[in-house]
């Protein structure tokens, strides 16, 4: 069973940038597809973006495509979000999930496993 640790959330203005990590602790990780989910205040889970267990294939929610960027390091156990341009409606708390297998998927219900979460907050 992986254990997964987000880090990187915090408090930003609008049009600035954070970078998120997920931390894994199954050293198979590459073998996991991983993905980030965002929920925002009285809202329902949302996909924000996939990868691969290799990284060669990523895909994004319409929402944040063009603005954040997946990808992860297998050497490392470690999956980043690099989020740019931000906007008040990327304030979510945002989840990182894994699935034990090697293609990606948008739905939640697919993933096996997931993080505490990571607060980010975005100012206007």
């Known amino acids: 069973q992986v254990q997964l640790v987000e880090s990187g959330g915090g408090l930003v203005q609008a049009g600035g940038s954070l970078r998120l990590s997920c931390a894994a602790s199954?050293?198979?990780?590459?073998?996991?597809?991983m993905g980030w989910f965002r929920q925002a205040p009285g809202k329902g889970r949302e996909f924000v973006t996939a990868i691969s267990g290799s990284g060669g294939y990523k895909m994004y929610g319409d929402s944040v495509k063009g603005r954040f960027t997946i990808s992860r390091d297998n050497a490392k156990n470690t999956m980043y979000l690099q989020m740019d341009s931000l906007k008040p409606e990327d304030t979510a708390i945002y989840y990182c999930e894994a699935v034990q297998r090697p293609y990606v998927s948008r739905r939640e219900y697919e993933y096996s496993y997931w993080g505490q979460g990571t607060q980010v907050t975005v100012s206007s």
């Open positions: 199954d050293s198979t990780f590459s073998a996991y597809a």
